[in-house]
C-alpha cells in the first residue's frame, strides 16, 4: 500500500483515517467491510495487538485503546497523537534512498519523537513495506528502492486528530481485554501462529508470540465474564484455531498473499475471523451481503 494523502468515503457516512505507517496484515479492508454492519452500539474499539490502528482509524468511532507489545509501536502512536507537527518535521529530513534507510536502520533513538519517525520512515521505504526483527530486536529488513513518496502531512495530522481519542498503551493483550466493557468492540489481531506455524513465528519474530499464546488467549475469552463481550479475531484458516474457539462463529476469505519473498508462494491465502457469541449476527450479515466470506460456522 503506497502512502496515501486523500482521504475517502466508503459508504458516505464516514471518512475514512489511514494509517500512516506500513504494518504487516494491516486491516484497514475489513473494516471497510464491517463498516455497515457493526452495531450502532459500539462507542470504543480495543485493539491488544493495534500495530498501524488501520482497524481503529478506519472506523467511525472516536474513542479507542489500542496498545501493542513492541514499545516502539506504542511510541510511535503517541507521538503522533501528541506531537504531529515534530514527527513531520523529523520525516522532513530524510529522503528515500539507500544511504538514510541504512543510516536511519542503525539509529537506536532515545526520545519518542525519534522513535516515531524511524518507524514511519523505515516501514514507508522497507523492501516490501516490511517490519522484521531478530532475536535481538533489530530491524533487518533492506533498503526497497522504491522511490515512493515516504510520508504524507495530511495523514499524519488526520491520524493524530482521531488518536486524540486513544489511550495507548505498551502492555500485553491480556491487560488490554480486561479493559473491555460492553460497548466496546475488541479487535484482535495476533500474529497468525498455528501449531505448525509457531517454528516460523519463533525465528523471525522477536515478540515470540508462540502457541501458548494462542492458547492462554483462548482461555481468556472463554472466561464467563468475557462471553457477553462484542470481539472480533483475524487468524489463519485453521482446524486448531477453530476448536480453541469452539462456540465462536466463523467466516473464512481470501487475501493476496504478499508476506513471501518467493514468487511460488504468491497468491490467495484463506484467513478467518472468528466472531464472539455477542456479535452473533453479523457472520450471516457479512454472507448475506455478498462481503466475499465463506461463512463456516454459526453459532447464536
Known amino acids: 500500500m503506497d502512502v496515501q ?44 495487538f493495534s500495530g498501524s490502528a488501520a482497524f481503529f482509524l478506519g472506523s467511525d468511532c472516536n474513542s479507542a485503546v489500542l496498545a501493542d507489545t ?13 506531537n504531529p507537527n515534530q514527527v513531520i518535521k523529523y520525516l522532513s529530513k530524510l529522503t528515500n534512498t539507500r544511504e538514510d534507510y541504512l543510516r536511519v536502520r542503525n539509529e537506536r533513538p532515545s526520545d519518542i519523537i525519534g522513535t516515531a519517525g524511524r518507524i514511519i520512515f523505515l516501514t514507508n521505504t522497507s523492501w516490501g513495506g516490511l517490519y522484521r526483527e531478530n532475536r535481538q530486536g533489530e530491524f533487518n529488513v533492506p533498503f526497497g528502492d522504491n522511490g515512493r513518496i515516504f510520508f504524507c502531512e495530511d ?17 500485553n493483550f491480556d491487560i488490554t481485554i480486561e479493559k473491555a466493557n460492553r460497548h466496546d468492540l475488541v479487535f484482535i489481531d495476533a500474529p497468525y501462529v498455528t501449531k505448525t506455524t ?20 483462548a482461555q481468556i475469552l472463554k472466561n464467563s465474564k468475557m462471553k457477553k463481550k462484542k470481539m472480533l479475531i483475524t487468524c489463519a484458516a485453521d482446524a486448531d484455531l477453530y476448536e480453541l474457539f469452539d ?11 504478499s508476506m ?10 484463506k484467513e478467518a475471523l472468528l466472531i464472539s457469541p455477542a456479535l452473533h449476527d453479523l457472520a450471516e450479515a457479512m ?11 454459526s453459532i447464536k
Open 5 to 48: 494523502c486523500k482521504a475517502i468515503s466508503w459508504d458516505g457516512s464516514w471518512i475514512v483515517t489511514k494509517p500512516f505507517f506500513k504494518w504487516p496484515g494491516s486491516k484497514s479492508w475489513l473494516i471497510n467491510r464491517l463498516s455497515g454492519i457493526i452495531p450502532g452500539d459500539i462507542k470504543r474499539i480495543i485493539e491488544p
Open 70 to 82: 513492541n514499545s516502539q509501536i506504542a511510541h510511535c502512536l503517541t507521538a503522533v497523537r501528541d
Open 155 to 171: 495523514t499524519i495530522l488526520a491520524a493524530s486528530n482521531k488518536l486524540r481519542g486513544a489511550e495507548i498503551y505498551h502492555s
Open 198 to 217: 509457531a517454528e516460523f513465528f519463533d525465528r523471525y519474530h522477536s515478540s515470540r508470540y508462540c502457541w501458548n499464546d494462542q492458547l492462554a488467549l
Open 247 to 257: 462456540e465462536w462463529s466463523i467466516v473464512e476469505f481470501s487475501k493476496r498473499n
Open 260 to 269: 513471501t519473498a518467493y514468487k511460488s508462494n504468491t497468491g490467495n491465502r
Open 287 to 297: 454472507e448475506e451481503q455478498n462481503l466475499g466470506v465463506h461463512l463456516v460456522r
